[in-house]
């Protein structure tokens, strides 16, 4: 129950509303509530109280007194505002027959045991300011289920803004359970096979973690794969001292376009997974985790092209994948692909391809288009698969040039790097349509994220929320917290070798007082 909801049980009350008819249990800590006991007590005298650590029961009013000044202190333990968030279940005593106890929720008649949950995600409303609640609940929940996965959102995103923090602690639960199974066993069969080394794995960030800092936060292996690409591109920038890059990612199914600026991927605080209109921005639910900015458009080799209503080509979202794959795969596939007018117009060698090994059929591809395009349009299937193909290359190239505009850049003055599968086959079309005037195609480019993650640094960012003015800066504070955080990245990343050298960079969010948004701005590392 949030503070709106209280106040709202309260005033209803004062008009004269009864709850007696209702039975309420609150499963809270005591310590921190005894202001918000005292008023709901007040409201009505039958609600019985249980205390999640010592399973007392309270039927009586908590005596505490708290000026007005703790009360609405944000970082006051008292503060109703921060810390009054408690478990709710309504109406069980009446229902099922249980007693104000620890394991009121968990008795064989529980329907929250008997569901066999797999994960629990907890997200308190003001945990960023104080974690103690929901490390009491988490606690509270694996003694009684100790097979499920918990995630607290004071571990997952201990920032400020619930929305944020509360949907990235759900995600974190949602694939918690398969993740980390899959995980701890792949380094176990790694290890009794004889690999000794560590098993690391790529993050969002661009940052390469071990196993179990990836089970306990497996939201942070979102996007990792094309995060890989653009620490291939950084990497290159980096050899061939290049500060303006625009990195070209291309493979079967979306295209990537990250900026990479003074040899440095830029890099955001959230991004967007299962966006309701796929690629539109603002559609999609809002992660709060350390990534490598980048935009994403719904073009890649497996892309599958289309007349829509106004007689338009249009390709995308939708891929064929890999199975059945596109049409000159002659693995069952029928719709049109971008691979299948790449085939058709001549970039690809189908005696060729994948090195030989795999046989196309520019048969299938001619029949696919025929169908699908050119007999809706009544043009030539030549020039159907040169419409797809430029119609791919526009879109890819636009969405690269908005991008950047919208990263205070241009594009002319810049290098394109380009990998992926597809990359290669597009890349001239795009750069002359971005007026950009210098390609570059690295060695092993259909594999560049794989190869991005070998050149990738061991890290783990960790970012927590603060709020202070600078008018009222609590040095000893800061500091405390600052060296914390560094102990916590450091416990992280460390491995076997005592000489291993840390890089630190520190940097502190900050925003004019009435301004929703902040700036990142570097500090130094010494102690404030």
């Known amino acids: 129950i949030n503070p709106d909801?209280?106040?709202?049980?309260?005033?209803?009350?004062?008009?004269?509303?009864?709850?007696?008819n209702q039975f309420y249990t609150f499963d809270i800590n005591l310590n921190y509530t005894h202001f918000l006991l005292s008023s709901v007590y007040e409201i009505n005298k039958n609600i019985k109280f249980f205390n999640a650590s010592s399973s007392e029961i309270y039927e009586k009013n908590p005596k505490r007194k708290i000026n007005e000044q703790t009360l609405y202190n944000p970082s006051s333990a008292y503060g109703i505002s921060k810390l009054a968030s408690f478990y709710l279940v309504k109406n069980y005593r009446e229902n099922y027959g249980m007693h104000a106890s620890n394991g009121i929720l968990f008795n064989h008649e529980s329907p929250i045991k008997n569901e066999k949950f797999e994960s629990i995600g907890i997200g308190f409303l003001h945990s960023y300011a104080n974690s103690k609640n929901e490390n009491e609940l988490k606690e509270f929940l694996l003694k009684y289920l100790p097979d499920v996965e918990v995630s607290i959102s004071s571990d997952v995103c201990p920032e400020i803004r619930e929305y944020e923090r509360f949907t990235t602690t759900v995600v974190n639960s949602y694939i918690k359970p398969l993740i980390s199974t899959y995980l701890k066993k792949l380094d176990t069969e790694l290890r009794q096979k004889g690999f000794n080394c560590p098993l690391l794995l790529m993050t969002s960030g661009g940052t390469l973690t071990n196993v179990l800092s990836a089970c306990n936060n497996p939201v942070r292996l979102v996007e990792s794969g094309p995060a890989g690409g653009a620490i291939l591109a950084t990497s290159i920038a980096e050899d061939l001292k290049l500060d303006k890059v625009i990195s070209f990612d291309m493979g079967g199914t979306t295209a990537k376009i990250t900026i990479i600026e003074n040899q440095k991927a830029i890099k955001a605080r959230e991004f967007e997974v299962d966006r309701k209109a796929r690629f539109k921005k603002g559609s999609g639910l809002p992660l709060r985790i350390p990534?490598?900015?980048?935009?994403?458009?719904?073009?890649?080799?497996?892309?599958?092209?289309?007349?829509?209503?106004?007689?338009?080509?249009?390709?995308?979202?939708?891929?064929?994948?890999?199975?059945?794959?596109?049409?000159?795969?002659?693995?069952?596939?029928?719709?049109?692909?971008?691979?299948?007018?790449?085939?058709?117009?001549?970039?690809?060698?189908?005696?060729k391809f994948a090195g030989g090994k795999i046989n196309l059929s520019k048969k299938f591809a001619n029949n696919a288009i025929t169908k699908n395009i050119s007999n809706k349009l009544n043009i030539k299937t030549e020039t159907a698969a040169l419409a797809i193909s430029e119609i791919v290359d526009e879109t890819m190239s636009n969405a690269a040039r908005v991008h950047t505009v919208e990263q205070g850049h241009e594009t002319s003055n810049r290098t394109l790097i380009g990998f992926g599968g597809a990359a290669p086959l597009h890349i001239s079309r795009v750069a002359e349509k971005l007026r950009v005037k210098k390609i570059i195609i690295p060695t092993n480019a259909s594999v560049g994220s794989a190869v991005g993650f070998l050149k990738a640094p061991v890290g783990?960012?960790?970012?927590?929320?603060?709020?202070?003015?600078?008018?009222?800066?609590?040095?000893?504070k800061v500091n405390n917290l600052l060296s914390s955080m560094r102990d916590e990245a450091k416990k992280i990343i460390q491995n076997n070798s005592e000489k291993t050298e840390y890089i630190e960079e520190r940097f502190a969010f900050m925003r004019y007082a009435g301004q929703g948004h902040e700036i990142k701005v570097p500090i130094d590392n010494e102690v404030l």
């Not at 892309?303 to 995308?316: D, P, Y």
């Open 5 to 20: 909801e209280f106040y709202h049980l309260a005033a209803q009350s004062h008009d004269g509303h009864s709850f007696n």
């Open 291 to 351: 990534v490598i900015e980048m935009v994403e458009i719904g073009a890649g080799g497996g892309s599958i092209a289309r007349v829509n209503k106004l007689e338009q080509i249009i390709t995308g979202p939708d891929s064929a994948g890999s199975n059945p794959g596109p049409a000159c795969y002659s693995n069952g596939g029928i719709n049109p692909t971008i691979t299948d007018a790449d085939l058709v117009i001549g970039k690809i060698d189908a005696d």
């Open 460 to 476: 783990y960012e960790v970012v927590k929320s603060l709020r202070m003015l600078l008018n009222k800066f609590n040095f000893e």
